[in-house]
């Protein structure tokens, strides 16, 4: 008996020694953000669904110097959106939607487009809706201005022409505006707000007791203020009061409740657990972007360092900075909150490789030495040269040869990165990282890729040259019904512009006959339209806004 005492009490001290040192360790990783006066985050970490780590750094009011602790709460923005599509896949269990369900028969103010998007669709990111961000760029509305939930359906209802036939083509982009039509839906079948129905059926069950959605603006208990850090701190308050894609408001102690639930078997379990599908066209085919696969709760899974899966996603508002990262191979999960203005994945990144490490079987970074590139000669390398055009994201890259070296540039920034010959036709991007981006030049095209993505497809093209537009032919004041917006087209320093009575003047570079580009989002891409040769008008074409058209006036 004494002997068995003596062997438990030694295994309790080795563990509580193993702890500790594992403690300083995560503590290191995070000691640039300790701070008695500054804002700063919360960092978790749980493995195979325990809590190993939890601790607060700064302050959450530089005024009150009050510390950053687990029980101080954060807006984590885009990491609501899990917890919105949770809510439709409980209301689809209890049988009250079907995923076939057309989204009109819950709210009927949507207009009745000319194809039907189906609930699933708004799960699946193919329904075909204008992103609301573009849209709100359109409207001039500010990142400082107050967006209410009501400004949002408002916008979104006005779109009367679809950008593609619901569940055949994916867009990302789109996300904000199907979330924020997934919380009409809650609302319109829960007969009450999405506030109290997320509270009483989500948050309550899950025991996140300390976590909620709420858009009133009002201070909440123990809440972490927003700060800009620059030359000096200031507050930056969230005016984007919608729901279902931000605004929720949670602490590290509840949140490390949700990534256990992940590993339990407890209510809501099983739902929590089918957020990790991947989302998919009615073909059956899934979204590989350049960031991963999407999941159906809106995170992305890629390979890591040679481990299978890693899941993750970021929100960052005002000056609130939510990052996780899920290794599932290894069931870990680490995350960081903060109120300093920050991308805080590389705190949180750099919490999982203290656990990590000795998994890896690749490097930080891509370890280029070792890869068995081709020499080519110029004239193996020149044939590739010119102008490529990925039409359907609205992007421009040049490809040339400067100083024996392949060269890619994306002409709306002017970044230049070195293409490393894997082949004749493919090429490797030389980047620092561990991002591996392809390049295959095909017959008058090129096909880009990362991450083992979707392939994006570039048509070689004759650039136009400015001085060949005949800008008088596109100058003019230009008006969409749907969003009754006018714009006016005119020229300035020789370049076609676009002015509204709000907005510093956009210039626009031709890129073939009637199309265009510009560096902002909304207007990346301006395809005009002509009749009996003359411009009639335009449509926007952009990845998330597709077929959106101005008629000219004058």
């Given at each position: 008996?004494?002997?068995?005492?003596?062997?438990?009490?030694?295994?309790?001290?080795?563990?509580?020694?193993?702890?500790?040192?594992?403690?300083?360790?995560?503590?290191?990783?995070?000691?640039?953000?300790?701070?008695?006066?500054?804002?700063?985050?919360?960092?978790?970490?749980?493995?195979?669904?325990?809590?190993?780590?939890?601790?607060?750094?700064?302050?959450?009011?530089?005024?009150?110097?009050?510390?950053?602790?687990?029980?101080?709460?954060?807006?984590?923005?885009?990491?609501?959106?899990?917890?919105?599509?949770?809510?439709?896949?409980?209301?689809?269990?209890?049988?009250?939607?079907?995923?076939?369900?057309?989204?009109?028969?819950?709210?009927?103010?949507?207009?009745?487009?000319?194809?039907?998007?189906?609930?699933?669709?708004?799960?699946?990111?193919?329904?075909?809706?204008?992103?609301?961000?573009?849209?709100?760029?359109?409207?001039?509305?500010?990142q400082n201005d107050v967006f209410t939930q009501q400004d949002a359906v408002k916008i979104i209802?006005?779109?009367?022409?679809?950008?593609?036939?619901?569940?055949?083509?994916?867009?990302?982009?789109?996300?904000?505006?199907?979330?924020?039509?997934?919380?009409?839906?809650?609302?319109?079948?829960?007969?009450?707000?999405?506030?109290?129905?997320?509270?009483?059926?989500?948050?309550?069950?899950?025991?996140?007791?300390?976590?909620?959605?709420?858009?009133?603006?009002?201070?909440?208990?123990?809440?972490?203020?927003?700060?800009?850090?620059?030359?000096?701190?200031?507050?930056?308050?969230?005016?984007?009061?919608?729901?279902?894609?931000?605004?929720?408001?949670?602490?590290?102690?509840?949140?490390?409740?949700?990534?256990?639930?992940?590993?339990?078997?407890?209510?809501?379990?099983?739902?929590?657990?089918?957020?990790?599908?991947?989302?998919?066209?009615?073909?059956?085919?899934?979204?590989?972007?350049?960031?991963?696969?999407?999941?159906?709760?809106?995170?992305?899974?890629?390979?890591?360092?040679?481990?299978?899966?890693?899941?993750?996603?970021?929100?960052?508002?005002?000056?609130?900075?939510?990052?996780?990262?899920?290794?599932?191979?290894?069931?870990?999960?680490?995350?960081?909150?903060?109120?300093?203005?920050?991308?805080?994945?590389?705190p949180a990144g750099n919490l999982g490789n203290v656990l990590m490490e000795k998994e890896y079987?690749?490097?930080?970074?891509?370890?280029?030495?070792?890869?068995?590139?081709?020499?080519?000669?110029?004239?193996?390398?020149?044939?590739?040269?010119?102008?490529?055009?990925?039409?359907?994201?609205?992007?421009?890259?040049?490809?040339?040869?400067?100083?024996?070296?392949?060269?890619?540039?994306?002409?709306?920034?002017?970044?230049?990165?070195?293409?490393?010959?894997?082949?004749?036709?493919?090429?490797?991007?030389?980047?620092?990282?561990?991002?591996?981006?392809?390049?295959?030049?095909?017959?008058?095209?090129?096909?880009?890729?990362?991450?083992?993505?979707?392939?994006?497809?570039?048509?070689?093209?004759?650039?136009?040259?400015?001085?060949?537009?005949?800008?008088?032919?596109?100058?003019?004041?230009?008006?969409?019904?749907?969003?009754?917006?006018?714009?006016?087209?005119?020229?300035?320093?020789?370049?076609?512009?676009?002015?509204?009575?709000?907005?510093?003047?956009?210039?626009?570079?031709?890129?073939?006959?009637?199309?265009?580009?510009?560096?902002?989002?909304?207007?990346?891409?301006?395809?005009f339209t002509r009749k009996d040769n003359l411009v009639e008008g335009f449509n926007i074409n952009?990845?998330?806004?597709?077929?959106?058209?101005?008629?000219?006036?004058?």
């Amino acid at each position: 008996m004494r002997q068995l005492l003596i062997l438990f009490l030694s295994i309790s001290i080795s563990a509580f020694s193993q702890n500790k040192l594992l403690e300083k360790k995560f503590d290191s990783v995070l000691s640039d953000y300790k701070s008695d006066d500054k804002p700063g985050i919360v960092a978790g970490v749980i493995e195979n669904g325990k809590l190993l780590y939890l601790k607060g750094f700064g302050v959450e009011n530089i005024e009150t110097k009050q510390l950053i602790t687990p029980q101080t709460k954060f807006q984590v923005d885009h990491l609501a959106k899990q917890f919105t599509v949770l809510s439709i896949l409980l209301l689809e269990e209890e049988g009250k939607l079907s995923f076939e369900d057309d989204i009109r028969k819950y709210l009927p103010n949507l207009p009745k487009y000319q194809h039907i998007i189906k609930v699933k669709h708004l799960l699946n990111h193919t329904s075909g809706l204008h992103c609301l961000i573009p849209l709100k760029e359109l409207l001039n509305i500010r990142q400082n201005d107050v967006f209410t939930q009501q400004d949002a359906v408002k916008i979104i209802s006005a779109q009367q022409k679809l950008n593609f036939k619901p569940g055949t083509e994916f867009s990302y982009h789109t996300s904000d505006t199907e979330v924020i039509l997934m919380v009409e839906i809650v609302k319109s079948i829960s007969n009450t707000s999405f506030e109290e129905f997320t509270k009483k059926r989500v948050f309550e069950p899950l025991e996140m007791n300390n976590t909620s959605f709420n858009s009133s603006r009002k201070m909440l208990n123990n809440l972490a203020k927003s700060y800009t850090i620059r030359e000096k701190t200031t507050f930056n308050p969230v005016n984007d009061l919608t729901l279902g894609v931000s605004n929720l408001y949670t602490t590290a102690e509840d949140f490390a409740k949700w990534f256990q639930m992940f590993y339990a078997d407890k209510t809501l379990s099983s739902l929590v657990k089918k957020l990790d599908a991947y989302v998919t066209l009615d073909s059956g085919k899934e979204y590989n972007s350049t960031w991963g696969k999407l999941a159906l709760g809106r995170y992305f899974d890629h390979p890591e360092r040679g481990l299978p899966k890693m899941s993750w996603q970021y929100g960052l508002i005002g000056g609130y900075g939510a990052n996780f990262f899920r290794y599932q191979s290894h069931n870990l999960v680490t995350f960081v909150f903060g109120n300093n203005n920050r991308y805080n994945g590389m705190p949180a990144g750099n919490l999982g490789n203290v656990l990590m490490e000795k998994e890896y079987t690749e490097p930080i970074e891509i370890d280029y030495s070792k890869i068995a590139f081709k020499q080519l000669s110029a004239k193996q390398l020149k044939k590739h040269e010119g102008i490529y055009w990925d039409k359907t994201n609205s992007l421009v890259r040049e490809i040339y040869l400067k100083n024996d070296t392949l060269r890619c540039k994306l002409l709306s920034n002017n970044r230049e990165t070195s293409l490393l010959a894997l082949g004749e036709n493919k090429f490797q991007f030389y980047l620092r990282g561990d991002t591996e981006i392809i390049l295959t030049f095909k017959d008058n095209s090129l096909e880009f890729s990362s991450l083992n993505s979707d392939v994006s497809n570039y048509d070689k093209i004759n650039l136009i040259d400015e001085s060949e537009v005949k800008k008088s032919e596109y100058v003019g004041t230009y008006y969409n019904k749907e969003f009754d917006v006018i714009l006016h087209f005119g020229v300035k320093e020789n370049l076609l512009s676009l002015s509204n009575f709000k907005t510093n003047p956009i210039k626009f570079f031709p890129i073939v006959k009637d199309a265009f580009r510009s560096n902002t989002y909304i207007y990346s891409g301006v395809q005009f339209t002509r009749k009996d040769n003359l411009v009639e008008g335009f449509n926007i074409n952009t990845d998330g806004v597709k077929n959106l058209y101005f008629e000219k006036l004058i």
